[in-house]
């Protein structure tokens, strides 16, 4: 062998650099289609600065730039800034929208870019060369039997490394007595080819690749080896004899070699080189495959076209019968010859592309990190298979777009070689957001012949030589995933308010399975029904060669099953996804055959919740009307419409039905598709039994049969079974058609008409009336309750007031004096009550006050309440008279209030005189005073019509996903009350996932997917360094299934609505000066355009907020455990509060818990059948201290739940009246969390200041005790006598208190 074929050749290790000399001027060309997207460099200064640049580039490159830099920083040291630097930065704001941004991309490929000959892969490049000297000073063989190489690679796998060695033949293996002889030789020419030697690979969590190209030698094959698999045998023995006699190399020491299959195709085995734990390269994290190939005229290429046949079907069926069937094209099959032959024609040609367009590597490189983070690798412990959309591709996409001259037809923005590289990648995205590939074929240059290319299924992009498709083998679902991606990229890059860099390059949730899509299903599947015989004469030799094209029996199923989901859920669906369980080793591959796991992704669209899927019309459309019936089978109907068509439709639900069972109707139908085509079970959640009888009636012919329970595949989803516990224990079947959201909406609606007409009988003209529950903004727990269902039911003696605020035209008689105010606003209420009881007679109208026995003075509480202002404003407890009216058509309780501007200016300037005056404390009560009126009249309003649209109008998804957050954090007792998240807060942080959605994704388009980003902002979201921000003006601009549909059209990507970018200034201005004051300091803190300082619902304490990022993530790690095994099992953990983490624990009595009525049902809780056991207390104590209760056994069950036995106060909680007396009592000793929708415990945590010593004076106010033998400096120790607290509380509720568990002494 020549001693210059053992040499890497001119595209391997000598052709990783890239120029790195660009322009630094540009300028701007304007176009009507885009912003920014086409900009050009100014060639007449070219010249300018360009040392600088050359520094800037080489230090990315991890090259030696000391001089350059240094150079560069005296000069501006000792003249200033430079006008050509000035531009520079001016070019930056305009080109990134921020400095910053430019900043994050150069240190993003500082970080990733691998660049070979540096310092860095010093170690990478000497193992490169010392596997090029054992690869081409392999040992050859002489021709022999398939039989005989097979024993041959066992032999020497064995002697090298103690077991046998497998030849890895793709599927079909040869047949026995092929006449086929093997042989090995040594490479004739070893390269580095790939992004490696580009400059254009990058590193990431992962590992990056490094492609080692050993081409076999021509004198090995025939000229019709490219026949019935037969180079391909050829091949897989090649690549046994490499790693056979690697494994006796001493790169044995340095790897752990194996093989691998390149883009799941069984016909395309590699040998795969992982440095071991203990070498410098594994820190590296490089892995180095070998890739056997061909030289380009080996075998006739132009007989691999796509429209050929190369694999007969007699030789599928192991027969001699030519005519035994038609001939079908097989491309896949031929674009795997074709792309082994042509890797160092595509190598050369990048190569050439990058020397003419000096960005072109670094643009590679982001599109890389860009596909990485999009890239699902797992999910919890189980391995899924790497999609064969790759960075190859995206490469060539992007060389396409620089150096092509005809487009096929297809308009789209052409790159200029000029252009910097975010330039580069903003127009690759924005290309690849606008272009269907599965519908539109493109091709380098002329030359293709695209009537061959066309003919194929599938997406086409014909390379530089004309002879492949680049795109051959990858599924339709995954280009639309990848369009489906860069839409949101592309309006990520443009939009004029935010900096995306982290959404773009960094966010992890993008290859979370769990978050990514809206609904999660586990497949878990037989795999022989779904596979053609291999021979007798039950053998199907279409279908059984259909598999072979695909490469992999598990690639064919998992294109079955992504045809059939995304053909019959096209309106529901924006993506079906399926992502295939990888196998847990190479040889592990031939399991796959007997049973699978698949994990298939839905993303909804706008359709998803509709309840009667249209189909074709059968005298239109014979043919679609056939295939629609073959989908559905009896499931679809003929019907009329109003529009006079008749069309075969799916219907799946009386327009009454509730927005959770709405929420479920994709994933029926996606139940229904799988059973009654594949005969897969799944949870009676997802599939009714009324659903699955229908499915198993007359099913297709092409349907698998004969499927019983054990083979029976099953569905597996969190989707329904989540949404569980946003429902309530007591409302039955027959009441959910009354107990919705829209009722009690009508019901307001309604009282609005009533007391307007009441105008001629009030003072003052009736305004209008502002709804301020969230059970009139689609967002509390449970829906409004009417009284009726209320009445007569033993747990049922709880019933939510829906407040209201009562608006009057504007008037100068109101009083100046505070408490004339009150007392006018009173008559008011009154009058108001009179007059509407009179018009509904039927009606119950109480007037009341929320002062509970305390008299009002200048607005502020008196009596003993007085000095816990502070704490009565964080309970904001409403301090006024109002009017209870149970409404008689609706059955709800309506809590009236007059909203009086006069009053806020009143106290806003009783609070500025005080201050003029030096009155500290009374300015300070009345400037909480003044907050809590504006809390209760504007904030409340303005923020209840926020959420109202946002539920009503944009995304339905948002109600469950606030209930469902609510749920969660009530459940973990961290919802409400002094310590914990406010209800408005909670409602914030649920809308911030779907008016601007942080980590890349969009919107969601379900309840489980909100709930679960819901999740993963808590546990992720940097609160001591990120602004959190609710743009509501966005609501509507956040599904990006209209704004990609506008944007494509108009191919500009940008988003006209939402925050300006000086709104957005001004919000970022507070807090980074919030910053400054140290008002952050970890705080969960929401800021919106009108509450650009938090100061609406508070923050949460920094202690709070890690607690919540603990059990958020918690909570993540076990739905995706959950998903991952396919089972419900712990799903209840998620919400479950872990009581062992607190102090003691206080159990109430069952009977007095009012509202315990909006605990999740039990069936929540069970899994399988079987419900899941509480936690259970450690230890139980002071059970003598019960004096007037008998034990538990012995409690007579009340008729009501509330102690006054009666069945319609409006209101009343006694569990919630207790806590709020305990915090008054023990704020400063005790930390008190309590679920706040029929919690029947109360946990306690002792304060820090509980734990301490103090020295003793006679005004501690607290049950302290002296401890004997110990100072504090000169005066006696004491401290919290912690038993007599727990004695004190245990009297104070008594009547409510059933034990106390001590955890903690």
Known sequence: MAAGKRKLAGAGLATHSTKHSRNDQTRVEADDSSNDSMLASDDSDAESDSSMHDADELKLAGENHESGVGGSTERSKARGATNAEIMALNEASLLFKSNLFKLQIDELLSETLVTAGSKVTRDLDAALKQIRDVLVAMDSTKEMTVDAATNLVRKLGKQATGHAVAIPFPDPAPAAGLALKLAFEAPDVVNVVGSYPLGMAVRTQRSFNVDVLAQMPAQMFQERDYMNYRYFYKRAFFVAMIRVQLHASALNELFDIEFELLRSDTRLPVVVLRPKSDTRLAKLGCVVRIQPSIAPDTLPLRRLMPDRNHVRAAYVAGTTDADLVAEQATPQYNAAVVSDALQLTHMKYLFETNEQCTEFGRAAALLRVWLGQRTVQHIGQQQLMAPRISGFALTMVLAWLVRSANSGGVTGARLSSSMDA?????????????????????????????????????????????????????????????RLHAQQTALDLNHHSANHFSRVFLSAALTDVTAKYDHVFRLDIDMAPFLAARFGSDMNVTARAAELEHGHPVVAVQHRIAQLLSTALARQTRLVAVHAGADASFDDRIKATRRHVFVVGVVTSADAQRLVDLGPSPDAQPQDAAQFRTLWGDRAELRRFRDGSIRLATVWGANAMPLEQRAQIVPRMLAFLLRRHFGVLAQPELLHADDQSTADYARPSEAIGDVTAESAGRLFSLSSRIVEFASTRDLSESDADRVTFEAAIAGFDQLQREVKALEEKLPLRVLALHAVAPGLRYASLAPPKPLALAQGRGDDAYVEPLH??????????????????????????????????????????????????????????????????????????????????????????????????????LLAHKAQEMVRAGLSAQADALQCAHRRWMRTTQWRAMHHRQILDLCQRHHPAASLTIRLLKRWLSRHMLLGQSVGVPDETAELLAARVFTDPWNGLAAPGSAYAGFVRCLQLLAEWRWTEDMCVVDFAAAGNADSEDSARVASARRVWTTTDGLSADAYATLQAAFDAAIQRKDVRGALRIVTAEDPNAEWWGTVSPVLTRRLQSLARASL????????????????????????????????DKDVVCRQYEQPPASAFTSDGVQSAESAPRKEVFKNLLPSMQHASQVNVKQHANVFGQSDLVGFDPVALFVRDLVGVYRDSILFFNDVHGGRCIAGLWSPTARKTHPFTASMGANMMLLEHEKVGTKPAATL????????????????VENVVIQNE
């Open 1281 to 1296: 006598n912690k038993r007599a607290v727990v004695e004190e509380i245990i009297r104070l509720g008594e009547g409510l």
């Open 422 to 482: 975010h330039q580069l990648f903003k127009g690759a995205i924005e290309f690849l957001a606008a272009h269907d590939f599965n519908h539109g074929a493109l091709q380098f240059g002329t030359d293709a012949d695209m009537t061959v290319f066309g003919a194929q299924s599938g997406a086409v992009l014909v390379d530089p030589s004309a002879s492949v498709n680049v795109l051959a083998g990858v599924q339709p679902w995954e280009l639309d995933a990848l």
């Open 1117 to 1148: 790690q076990t739905i995706t455990d959950c998903i991952s095994l396919g089972s419900d099992s712990t799903l209840s953990q998620v919400f479950t509060a872990p009581l062992t983490d607190y102090d003691f624990v206080i159990k109430l």
């Open 804 to 905: 209201v605020l009562v608006e009057f035209t504007t008037s100068n008689k109101w009083p100046d004096d505070m408490a004339a105010l009150h007392k006018v606003k009173s008559a008011f209420l009154l009058r108001l009550a009179e007059c509407y009881a009179a018009a509904h007679p039927n009606a119950h109208v109480d007037v009341s006050s929320r002062f509970f026995g305390y008299g009002a003075q200048d607005g502020l509480l008196t009596g003993a309440s007085s000095v816990q202002l502070a704490g009565a404003d964080d309970f904001d407890y409403e301090r006024d008279s109002f009017v209870d009216i149970r409404h008689i058509s609706s059955g709800l309780t309506f809590r009236l209030s007059v909203l009086c501007e006069p009053e806020g200016a």
